[in-house]
Nanobody, 123 residues
């Protein structure tokens, strides 16, 4: 089992930045692909970004490319999402997830989820 806890959400003005962090316990993250998803009120959960099991390959939703950066520190069992140039449409609850299998990057099987952290971007 992997337990994931997100932190770093908050309220920010459009154009600002936030850094989300996800800390894992239970198992080492180096065996999992890690990702971030988000869900806005009344909408389905959507993929934001992912980073491969080992190494540095990353994959992003088109709307966040060039603005968001996902990174991981396997030694600290953490994964982060640096969000720059935030827009009101980025307002959502952001979830950290871990994938133990599947094919990189489009058909990963997301096995574990955090509880989410709220990000609100004001215009």
């Amino acid at each position: 089992q992997v337990q994931l806890v997100e932190s770093g959400g908050g309220l920010v003005q459009a154009g600002g930045s936030l850094r989300l962090s996800c800390t894992a316990s239970g198992r080492t993250l180096s065996n999992y692909a890690m990702g971030w998803f988000r869900q806005a009120p009344g909408k389905e959960r959507e993929f934001v970004a992912a980073i491969i099991w080992r190494g540095s390959s990353t994959y992003y939703q088109d709307s966040v490319k060039g603005r968001f950066t996902i990174s991981r520190d396997n030694a600290k069992n953490t994964v982060s999402l640096q969000m720059n140039s935030l827009k009101p449409e980025d307002t959502s609850v952001y979830y950290c997830a871990a994938a133990a299998g599947g094919n990189w990057p489009r058909t990963l099987r997301w096995n574990y989820w955090g509880q989410g952290t709220q990000v609100t971007v004001s215009s």
